[in-house]
């Protein structure tokens, strides 16, 4: 049975701000994955935690991810903390966390501290409860370069999934049920296969990140003037229209120029 990923968040100033829970977790684990092993040893060293560290960081991350791995795989736990605040806002974490779920490890985030800039992600509340509304909301956010978050009500979450499976094809989705909670659970994947399968229970926090532009489609310039020309006839103005078309196909507006859309 593989061990769990811990996500810690450390505090960005003030040494007591660290959770209890976090200080639990930090003890326990088998090591802590640390940006800085210097500057965390001081936060450990505060609390008298003796565990293990071992550094991760932008210079050394490939080289580490088999290492980290391989001791979840074995059932050890693992902490992954950064400098200060939440790991993986701007620090290294990503492709660990990415490969421990690909590979069914646990991965558990605990709240704390961080210094969360919007530049990052931008954050939306509660998306509108009407399908016109909430398809509106999600085309006016697809330009942006960020990750998209907000919270959902369970009995609309397929409805969101699959509008967002329509104009956001190609954006990953994780879907986070009752955070830090008993039941605790994360389901991360395409919009399309989780509007298919998600449980419609729990208070809910909906992510939709970045597209991957390797995962979307080189599509023919004649299919995507077809598109162009039926919201052409559906009565949208070109500027609109073309601006639908670069949204929902993962194209910039030069790119949609280029074509002439």
């Known amino acids: 049975m593989p061990g769990i990923l811990y996500i810690v968040a450390t505090p960005i100033g003030h040494l007591g701000d660290l959770t209890y829970r976090a200080a639990q977790v930090l003890a326990a684990v088998n090591v802590i994955a640390c940006e800085d092993t210097r500057q965390t040893a001081k936060l450990l060293q505060h609390y008298a935690i003796q565990t293990a560290t071992t550094s991760l960081h932008e210079h050394n991350e490939r080289q580490k991810l088999d290492f980290l791995l391989d001791r979840l795989t074995q059932g050890e736990s693992i902490a992954l903390v950064s400098d200060a605040g939440t790991p993986l806002i701007s620090d290294p974490g990503f492709p660990l966390v990415r490969e421990a779920r690909l590979r069914g490890i646990p991965v558990v985030p605990l709240p704390g501290a961080s210094a969360l800039t919007s530049a990052l992600f931008y954050f939306g509340g509660f998306l509108p409860a009407k399908t016109a509304a909430r398809r509106r909301a999600l085309e006016v956010l697809a330009p942006l370069d960020v990750t998209l978050v907000f919270y959902e009500a369970p009995h609309r979450i397929r409805e969101t999934l699959a509008d967002v499976a329509e104009l956001l094809p190609h954006r990953p989705v994780v879907v986070a049920r009752e955070l830090t909670k008993l039941h605790e659970e ?6 399309a296969e989780l ?52 949204q929902r196909f993962g194209l910039t507006k030069r790119e949609a120029y280029k074509l002439g859309l």
Do not use: C, M, W
Not at 186 to 191: D, K, L, R
């Open 195 to 246: 509007a298919k399968t998600i449980i419609e229970r729990g208070e809910i926090t909906l992510l939709i990140g970045k597209a991957d532009p390797s995962s979307i489609p080189a599509l023919p310039a004649d299919e995507l003037k077809r598109n162009y020309q039926q919201l052409i006839a559906a009565g949208e103005s070109p500027s609109v229209a073309a601006k639908h078309i670069a």
């Open 186 to 191: 994360f389901a991360a994947g395409a919009p």
